[in-house]
């Protein structure tokens, strides 16, 4: 049958620069289209306002005995028979980092996706980073960039992973403060306990962990039928099948098991986690985080059905 998808096999150490190189050309596209999806969610975005000390104005509300008169906004209260206080806004802003895996297996690209997992992750990761900045937030990312407050950060983030390339898999956390969020972006293919290993011990140190899962259709429906050879990106390793289709329930069925049990581990420490296909608008996942980060309730599960 035709070739559905394509794989790059993994990176010999001589071809690390060119892979960086193929890298940084990507990033600025990836920059453009994380700021059209940016912007099309960016309304719904109110940031984590509270009542307190800061210039901007947040709301009118009714005067209460004990508060200090010069508080009182008099040309507001002389509209009606009420008096009024003007409540200026606090941005109660922190530091979240953000992280793509761009491993051997993030290239991977169906003709049932729209992009690569790669290029998705780049783009939600961005577009995350132009969103947060947009409501103050001190954007950071592990060994590329440290936490900065600037209105710019989703292009220094992007100049930055060009100058810096991201590694492959998890990220060293070393210099993460407890306090902070975590926003993950790969897919997250190994067992869920090695995954666990790493991710298990920033839980306990109080960070607030975000996972996003980006999988291509082929990677869940499994199109494949009679004689097909597959080959994993990260190891190299071959496996020729006579009649793939026979494989399709098992597969399905075990792709599924490992996805469930990561999300099930993943909440269980207070985490979150998020299912994306490549073929669906990378604006349901963003959305789906930026709840999650502005404390909303909910569960994502788009992305994750057969």
């Known amino acids: 049958m035709a070739s559905i998808g394509h794989i790059v096999a993994r990176t010999p150490a001589g071809e690390v620069l060119s892979r960086a190189q193929q890298r940084a050309m990507l990033v600025p596209d990836c920059l453009v289209e994380a700021r059209r999806i940016a912007n099309t969610v960016i309304s719904g975005w109110h940031g984590r306002r509270k009542r307190g000390i800061g210039e901007n104005f947040w709301q009118f509300r009714p005067y209460s005995d004990g ?30 980092w953000l992280w793509a895996d761009l491993s051997p297996s993030m290239m991977y690209k169906s003709t049932l996706g729209s992009v690569s997992k790669e290029s998705r992750a780049l783009v939600l990761m961005l577009a995350l980073a132009e969103i947060l900045a947009r409501s103050g937030e001190r954007i950071g990312c592990p060994g590329v960039m440290e936490p900065i407050s600037a209105r710019n950060a989703a292009e220094r983030l992007a100049t930055a992973i060009m100058l810096s390339p991201l590694s492959e898999g998890l990220p060293e956390t070393g210099m993460i403060r407890s306090a902070s969020d975590l926003v993950l972006i790969g897919d997250f293919l190994d067992p869920t306990d090695r995954i666990m290993e790493r991710l298990g011990p920033l839980a306990r140190r109080g960070l607030r962990g975000h ?15 009679g004689r097909t050879e597959f080959s994993d990106p990260e190891t190299g390793q071959k496996l020729t099948a006579g009649r793939a ?12 098991a490992r996805r469930e049990s990561l999300g099930v581990t993943l909440r269980h420490l207070g985490w979150t986690f998020t299912p994306h296909r490549t073929d669906r608008p990378a604006s349901e996942a963003l959305v789906a985080v930026h709840m999650y980060l502005s404390g909303m309730p909910g569960r994502a599960t788009h992305g994750g059905q057969l």
Request: proline share 4%; charged share 40%.
């Open 67 to 96: 508060e200090s008169l010069s508080r009182i906004d008099w040309r507001r209260s002389a509209r009606d028979d009420h008096t009024y206080v003007r409540d200026r806004e606090w941005e109660a802003a922190h530091t979240i």
């Open 245 to 256: 289709e026979v494989l399709r329930e098992d597969y399905q069925r075990a792709y599924l």
């Open 211 to 225: 996972v996003v899962e980006v999988a291509d259709p082929a990677e869940e429906v499994f199109p494949y039928a």
